[in-house]
Structure formats: C-alpha cells, structure tokens
Nanobody, 116 residues
C-alpha cells in the first residue's frame, strides 16, 4: 500500500488544518487507517485511528479538537485539526493496518508547524 499525505503546513495557534491521505489499494476498506505524529527525539505516537467499520480512537491530546474520517469510495482518510496548539507541531504520518493480516504501512509524513 502506498500512502500519500498532503495538507501539512504552517498554522497559527487556535487555527485549523486538514490533513489528507490517499491509499493506493482498492482493498482500502480492509484496513484500519490512522494518523501518527513524531517530533525530534521522541517516539512516534498515535493521534487517531478509524477502523474499517468506522470506529474511531483518539489520543487524549486530540480529543475534542481532532476528527478523523475516511472515504472508502476515494480511498482517502482525513484528519481535521482545530484549536491547534504549538505542541501539535510535528511530522504527521498516515498509517494503514490490514485488519486480517496485520500488515502495516506508513506514508512519508507531512510537517505541521503551529506558530505565530
């Protein structure tokens, strides 16, 4: 699976950004999709995931501010981020995990910078 992220960039504190990820496979619907993020010197951490049935899971840091969604027809997954904080600054990675075979895939990442 190839995952291509887009939508990163610079946002002001309190602002919004929407990240998009396009998956290359037609069996996209068999994958749990998600977003992780990483800052220098730290481990990659889960931001949000959405299962093939639409069940969502959020890290505490993004609850109430971030919304993950998927569009099966377009093989896309989105992360709508609102009320951004400086601590949201990170490289955001799209993630896919096959729910039967448990194989995982990562995109190359997109940088989000929250700064005034």
């Amino acid at each position: 699976v190839q995952l291509v992220e887009s939508g990163g960039g610079l946002a002001q504190p309190g602002g919004s950004l929407r990240l998009s990820c396009e998956a290359s496979r037609s069996d996209f619907v068999l994958y749990t999709m998600g977003w992780y993020r990483q800052t220098p010197g730290n481990q990659r951490e889960m931001v949000a995931t959405v299962s093939r049935t639409g069940t969502t899971n959020y890290a505490d840091s993004g609850k109430g501010r971030f919304t993950i969604s998927r569009d099966g027809a377009k093989s896309m997954v989105y992360l709508q981020m609102t009320k951004l904080k400086s601590e949201d600054t990170a490289v955001y990675y799209c993630y896919a995990r096959h729910e039967i075979y448990d194989t995982t895939y990562w995109g190359e990442g997109t940088l989000v910078t929250v700064s005034s």
